[in-house]
């Protein structure tokens, strides 16, 4: 005789299987919504103009950097272009030189917290002690400076948000990676970048790094080289988060009134 298995219906197993899928998505979802660039839960934050916009903001993490930092200023200087920069403070306490070189040629300057933690990890005042020691590094080696805020890896929680928002800071995000921080070939952050724009975009690149100086970071130069060339040959105009940010307010002014 062959023994078959008995199937029991039991709505206290199946109520609690569903209850795990369900927090188990819940904690899933919590997870995405902390670390993608583009996601809103846990509140606003500046990811550029609406898709087909004929602007690109190209931005750059974990500056200053020596001495790939001045080459990419060379670079971005014969293409006429000026771009944000979101630096950590012990770095620019390390090359205040190169963050006044960085300034004194146009860019923006941007906070990205004093040494580049996770935050989702932190305290709240640790939170507060990270943009406030950045905040001063940067107002000792170039004065004032934009409010710009980038929090390193992407990483946020609803603490951090407010935190940032009560300190006076804009947090900004992106919609494009050229995924250039293990530093693959120039032609691969080129080719990376290019297949994920669609107009109005900000663009994540990196000169520096978070571990330490003099991180080789030659590759990205090249690379956007080779993106201004092709972006602007395509009447692209590239513009500053500030200046972004200003385009998406003036054009907000203009919408029709909602209607009732």
Not at 120 to 134: D, G, H, K, M, V
């Amino acid at each position: 005789m062959r023994w078959r298995p008995v199937l029991v219906y039991n709505p206290a197993m199946l109520g609690l299987m569903a209850t795990g899928v369900a927090i188990t998505g819940a904690v899933l979802a919590a997870g995405y919504q902390s670390m993608w660039p583009t996601a809103s839960w846990y509140g606003r934050s500046f990811t550029g103009l609406p898709r087909g916009a004929k602007q690109l903001a190209l931005t750059y993490d974990d500056g200053p950097n020596d001495p790939h930092s001045l080459r990419l200023l060379e670079v971005l200087a014969r293409h006429q272009v000026r771009a944000t920069f979101f630096l950590i403070g012990r770095s620019v306490k390390s090359r205040p030189d190169i963050a006044r070189e960085i300034a004194g040629q146009g860019h923006v300057i941007a906070n990205h917290t004093f040494t580049h933690p996770k935050m989702t990890f932190l305290s709240e005042a640790q939170i507060r002690n990270e943009l406030l020691s950045c905040r001063a590094a940067l107002q000792d080696a170039i004065g004032e400076h934009s409010n710009l805020f980038r929090p390193p890896f992407g990483a946020r929680r609803p603490a951090v948000l407010r935190i940032v928002r009560e300190l006076g800071f804009e947090p900004v995000m992106w919609n494009v990676t050229g995924f250039d921080w293990n530093a693959p070939p120039a032609e691969a952050i080129a080719k990376k970048v290019s297949s994920q724009i669609r107009g109005g975009d900000v663009i994540l690149l990196h000169d520096g790094g978070h571990l330490a100086m003099s991180v080789d970071r030659s590759q990205t130069v090249q690379a956007t080289d080779q993106l201004l060339q092709r972006y602007r040959n395509e009447g692209y105009e590239f513009l500053t988060i500030p200046e972004m940010m200003e385009k998406q307010a003036l054009a907000s002014s203009h919408l029709p009134p909602a209607i009732d």
